[in-house]
């Protein structure tokens, strides 16, 4: 008995069953409504052979109709026009049903009467014909269903007759595009009624949130794109992207990293036919994902091409709050500062490290701002990464301050920062005062609806967040005002496969004795104006910066520009 349940509920949630129980009864309604056809046609073209008949028909099918229409009242008597109409609808459809397959077993019983194998002939006509029916209609009728789905769930929403579905282009039965026309006075400047809509739409298009992986990856991606001026809604399916994109060097040229493999229309290159997004980091990021959806070895592949074309001309330093080790293959890398495992190191780097560097840069910035200093600083940009904040900070919390001041100051210093959660919805996973500097958001694999909110809050269009599959290495980005779908490369580490050191910056030289974990030197500290630094010591006056060589504002960009590699 289990087992038939069990079975009965994996038939249910097939997509393959579904659409062929559904075609069987779609079909067989037309079926017996061609057939009903075809016998009235036949009887009347015989000139109405049986007065019996003629009498059984005409008592018949007004109580078919008044039954149907009773029927259609009273399931909606109290509810709108459009729903009296689809139950009115639906009864018709049965009853249609009913009269088709009285008009084709009474003439079959009537002829296997005298002559049996004519008889079971005609029924296996009518069956096959049925059959047939059923099934070179299964195209028409599934976009049919789909579209009617669509009209009801936009309906519902907007509680509006004037909402329209339509211009649907297909593949097959796969719906590429839709459009949803709502009328003017609709609230669609109302976030929370578009995000209903939204919601509403992908839900009729993907169905209800997938529970595996598996099902997860089956289920379709959809762009959704509002027109306000048009008063539309555009529905795109997203092509599918590869599952794996092994990591090479692109050739994207230098300052920029190849962040995957998007859809052609995002693309900002192809290489080699493969349409790439490329990232030129100028914001702090925000870098979220649930466990295994390959976060940690995506910023590595990043890092790695960062490094490799002059992204990070200013050197990166790594705190790997998980301690999980996948960035450790940086360890000792030129252009590597540090890679930090364990709360002594996180300590280590982030305090006698990074903070001395930003504090460095920023005092040299202010210095040039206020025109105490004739050189205008140059800071080569450089990166710090922050995986799991969350687990750095509650085991050591004395850091909360070094890490506040970075998220004042680091990107005034051109220090970026990348800082990696699993959840964004934990309170306390990102602190107030950084995450609000982090502009650029990736998030790997599904979210939760709340996760997806918090990860893209700048947006107001979370419910993009929804569609991406949990694919390792799978991600979706909100970078300049855009949405993109990447899969981002594979980067392996070299120890588990040899062929990938070529991808890797060369180990800088042996670490000196006595520097426990192979950083170097730490650069030296900031200086501060009352302590006598070179430029302080003697401030010029302010119209000095007149005299200097590049007069211009500072811009950490503009500054990192220059310093960057041809
Ligand atoms: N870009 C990718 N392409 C294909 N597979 C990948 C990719 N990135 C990661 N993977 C696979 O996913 C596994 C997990 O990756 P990773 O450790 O980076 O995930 P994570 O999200 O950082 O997980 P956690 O938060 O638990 O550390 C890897 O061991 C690898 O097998």
């Known amino acids: 008995m289990r087992a038939w349940v069990e079975l009965a509920d994996r038939a249910d949630r097939s997509m393959l069953v579904r659409e062929t129980r559904n075609a069987l009864a779609d079909g067989a309604r037309w079926g017996w409504a061609a057939v009903l056809v075809a016998a009235a046609s036949v009887w009347v073209a015989r000139g109405l052979p049986s007065p019996a008949t003629a009498a059984a028909a005409v008592l018949l099918l007004p109580v078919a109709a008044g039954l149907a229409w009773w029927r259609g009242w009273r399931l909606a008597w109290r509810d709108d026009p459009i729903d009296r109409r689809a139950a009115a609808a639906s009864a018709a459809r049965r009853w249609t049903t009913g009269l088709g397959l009285v008009a084709a077993v009474v003439p079959a019983l009537w002829l296997a009467a005298g002559r049996p194998l004519l008889g079971v002939a005609v029924a296996l006509v009518v069956v096959a014909a049925l059959a047939e029916l059923a099934i070179v209609t299964i195209p028409a009728r599934t976009r049919a269903r789909i579209l009617r789905r669509l009209r009801i769930g936009a309906r519902a929403v907007a509680r509006d007759e004037a909402v329209q579905v339509g211009r649907a282009l297909w593949s097959g039965m796969t719906l590429d595009r839709v459009q949803v026309t709502y009328p003017a006075d609709w609230a669609a400047h109302s976030e929370t009624r578009r995000d209903d809509l939204t919601g509403r739409l992908m839900w009729e298009l993907c169905g209800p949130p997938?529970?595996?992986?598996?099902?997860?990856?089956?289920?379709?991606?959809?762009?959704?794109?509002?027109?306000?001026?048009?008063?539309?809604?555009?529905?795109?399916?997203?092509?599918?992207?590869?599952?794996?994109?092994?990591?090479?060097?692109?050739?994207?040229?230098?300052?920029?990293?190849?962040?995957?493999?998007?859809?052609?229309?995002?693309?900002?290159?192809?290489?080699?036919?493969?349409?790439l997004a490329l990232y030129e980091p100028t914001a702090h990021a925000l870098i979220v994902g649930g466990t295994q959806h390959g976060k940690s070895s995506g910023v590595r592949a990043w890092v790695v091409d960062g490094l490799t074309h002059g992204v990070w001309p200013g050197g990166v330093w790594a705190v790997d709050g998980k301690g999980g080790g996948t960035l450790a293959p940086l360890l000792g890398r030129r252009g590597v500062h540090a890679v930090a495992h364990t709360p002594e190191e996180w300590a280590h780097v982030l305090e006698d490290l990074v903070a001395p560097e930003v504090a460095r840069?920023?005092?040299?910035?202010?210095?040039?701002?206020?025109?105490?200093?004739?050189?205008?600083?140059?800071?080569?940009?450089?990166?710090?990464?922050?995986?799991?904040?969350?687990?750095?900070?509650?085991?050591?919390?004395?850091?909360?301050?070094?890490?506040?001041?970075?998220?004042?100051?680091?990107?005034?210093?051109?220090?970026?920062?990348?800082?990696?959660?699993?959840?964004?919805?934990?309170?306390?996973?990102?602190?107030?005062?950084?995450?609000?500097?982090?502009?650029?958001?990736?998030?790997?694999?599904?979210?939760?609806?709340?996760?997806?909110?918090?990860?893209?809050?700048?947006?107001?269009?979370?419910?993009?967040?929804?569609?991406?599959?949990?694919?390792?290495?799978?991600?979706?980005?909100?970078?300049?005002?855009?949405?993109?779908?990447?899969?981002?490369?594979?980067?392996p580490i070299p120890a588990d496969a040899p062929s990938a050191e070529r991808l890797y910056p060369r180990r800088a030289?042996?670490?000196?004795?006595?520097?426990?974990?192979?950083?170097?030197?730490?650069?030296?500290?900031?200086?501060?104006?009352?302590?006598?630094?070179?430029?302080?010591?003697?401030?010029?006056?302010?119209?000095?910066?007149s005299a200097a060589p590049d007069d211009a504002e500072y811009d950490p960009a503009t500054a990192r520009r220059r310093r960057r590699p041809q």
Do not use: N
């Open 361 to 491: 840069r920023y005092a040299e910035m202010l210095d040039w701002r206020a025109g105490r200093s004739t050189t205008r600083p140059d800071h080569p940009r450089a990166l710090v990464v922050l995986d799991e904040l969350q687990q750095v900070l509650l085991s050591r919390p004395d850091l909360a301050a070094v890490v506040e001041t970075l998220a004042r100051q680091a990107l005034e210093s051109g220090v970026i920062l990348w800082v990696i959660t699993q959840r964004p919805d934990a309170r306390d996973a990102v602190p107030g005062a950084m995450r609000d500097q982090l502009l650029d958001r990736i998030t790997f694999g599904p979210l939760s609806s709340a996760g997806a909110k918090m990860s893209f809050d700048v947006a107001g269009d979370w419910h993009r967040a929804m569609g991406v599959a949990p694919i390792p290495g799978r991600a979706l980005t909100w970078i300049g005002g855009v949405w993109r779908t990447v899969q981002v490369p594979w980067l």
């Open 509 to 545: 030289a042996r670490p000196a004795a006595g520097d426990p974990y192979g950083y170097g030197p730490p650069p030296p500290r900031a200086q501060s104006p009352a302590s006598g630094s070179a430029s302080s010591a003697t401030p010029p006056r302010p119209d000095s910066r």
């Open 210 to 275: 997938p529970r595996t992986p598996a099902e997860a990856v089956r289920r379709p991606d959809y762009l959704v794109a509002f027109d306000a001026a048009a008063c539309r809604i555009t529905l795109a399916r997203m092509p599918s992207l590869p599952r794996r994109l092994a990591a090479r060097d692109w050739r994207q040229g230098p300052g920029r990293i190849v962040l995957g493999q998007t859809h052609g229309e995002t693309a900002d290159r192809t290489a080699d036919g493969v349409p």
